[in-house]
């Protein structure tokens, strides 16, 4: 039997880079899988996150909470996030490694249920000035809604020292070689 595959759990307070690190990563280990998370939230308007999620509504999502079918699952900003279970065993007998976009309290539960198979990994941003840029420059949330998960990204720093590691995304290349190293040394 080939060795186990990990869950790679990455959390970062809104805006600081995780679906970008992702993306990039993607990019670089075809190998890799994405774990595509259901959500209660809309499609952002340039649909860029059309591939990142199951958009689905509240009552198929309380439903799914009903039947067990999350691994995790949580509140964020009014909306419901959650991770299907099932395939998860799947993978990590096959030796797959699989990237999870998780917010700080499913990301810190999954950790726990997982133990050792899963590392996790906190993405910091810069400074706050830099995480405000990144929030309002990506032009896809309201005003209120970006004002909103920036306080709630300082709740969410708050969260840093339960991670496995912390790694700060400054610059893309760099953060994804250091986050590669320490998926590599896991
Ligand atoms: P998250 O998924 O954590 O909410 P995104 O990946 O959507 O964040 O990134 C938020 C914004 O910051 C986007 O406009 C993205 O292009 C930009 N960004 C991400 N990483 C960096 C980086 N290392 N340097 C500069 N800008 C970045
Ligand atoms: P966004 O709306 O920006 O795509 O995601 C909002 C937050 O929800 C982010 O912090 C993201 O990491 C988190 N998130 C996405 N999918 C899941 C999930 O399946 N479970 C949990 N707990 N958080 C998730």
Known sequence: MGERGRLIIITAPSGTGKSTVIRRFMETHPDMIH???C?????????????????????????????????????????????????LDK????????LLDL?????????????????SIFLLP???EEL?????????????????????????????DKYDHRVVNDDLDRACKEIEKIIMEG
């Open 39 to 87: 959500t209660t939230r809309k499609t952002r308007p340039d649909k860029r996150d059309a591939g990142d999620y199951t958009f689905i509504d509240k009552e198929t999502f309380q439903s799914w909470i009903d039947q067990g079918k999350f691994a995790e699952w949580a509140e964020y900003v009014g909306n419901f996030y959650g991770t299907p279970r099932e395939p």
């Open 132 to 160: 405000k840029r990144r929030l309002s420059s990506r032009g896809t949330d309201s005003e209120e809604v970006q004002q909103e998960r920036l306080r709630t990204a300082l709740v969410e720093m708050t969260y840093k």
């Open 103 to 119: 917010e700080v309290v499913g990301g810190t539960e999954l950790k726990d249920l997982y133990k050792e198979d899963a590392i």
């Open 35 to 37: 774990s595509i998370s």
């Open 91 to 98: 993978w990590l007998e096959e030796g797959t490694f699989v």
């Open 126 to 128: 810069p400074n706050e």
